[in-house]
């Protein structure tokens, strides 16, 4: 299957600071990424939707603001965690829609945040 | 919009015994059914998925059944064994219109006992 590699795996920053994560589809082109957040124990929660050459659309509750996103190629879309809180410490995952034959969306490793 | 409903949150069976998860979907124009395993810490992998055209998809001991009328499918694991523990989630989008847009379950606690 299609390949989806997410970076980086897991990152601990400070409060206050920015940390950027990158998903990048290795062998296939994406025009459409997705962000997921997930809470331990708890499901994913769609964040936003990655347009290439466009602005992304994000789910109702989201600031757009404090997560930026941007997809400039097809093959690499990058979420950025601005002025990180400890709240925002989560797992991000991302996904392609890689259109493949059997419809299946492919994830990313995902990344760890931990906010100090 | 969509709203993925998932039952039991967790479900503890004997290795051997099947094991039967039920998701409900609101969206009546969903007509793509996935369901992921996740492993702590790792990426969901798509283990078998169902579109509104069929009613029953199987592939070895994983089965789906979907009933569109209902608006909800289910997840069947026959002859379980303890790698078979992990979480499970459900998912439905409307493949067409929105790409690959999937809304989640809450997920399922399986743990499967030597």
């Known amino acids: 299957g299609a390949v989806v590699s997410q970076h980086p795996s897991w990152v601990i920053c400070k409060s206050g600071t920015s940390v950027k994560i990158e998903c990048r589809s290795l062998d296939f082109q994406a025009t459409t990424m997705f962000w997921y957040r997930q809470f331990p124990k708890q499901s994913l929660m769609l964040m936003a939707t990655s347009n290439e050459g466009s602005k992304a659309t994000y789910e109702q ?29 989560s797992f991000y995952i991302c996904s392609a829609d890689g259109r493949s034959n059997t419809g299946e969306l492919f994830f990313g490793e995902g990344s760890r945040l931990t906010v100090l | 919009g969509e709203n993925v409903e998932q039952h039991p949150s967790t479900l503890s069976v004997q290795e051997g015994d099947s094991a039967v998860i039920k998701c409900t979907y609101s969206d009546s124009a969903s007509n793509y059914f996935p369901w992921y395993k996740q492993e702590l810490g790792k990426r969901p992998q798509l283990i078998i998925d169902i579109r509104s055209n069929v009613g029953e998809k199987k592939d070895q001991r994983i089965a789906v059944t979907l009933n ?26 409307r493949e067409e ?3 690959s847009r999937l809304t989640f379950g809450e997920g399922t606690q399986l743990t499967v006992n030597p």
């Not at chain 1, 989201?62 to 410490?89: G, R, Y």
């Not at chain 2, 499918?73 to 439905?92: G, K, M, N, R, W």
């Open chain 2, 68 to 93: 569109k009328t209902a608006k909800h499918f289910s997840l069947h694991i026959t002859e379980t064994q303890p790698e078979d523990s992990a979480v499970y989630f459900c998912a439905a989008s």
């Open chain 2, 97 to 99: 219109t929105s790409g």
């Open chain 1, 61 to 89: 509750g989201v600031e757009k603001d404090k997560f930026l996103i941007n997809h400039a190629s097809l093959t690499l879309s990058t979420l950025t965690v601005t002025s990180a809180h400890p709240e925002d410490s």
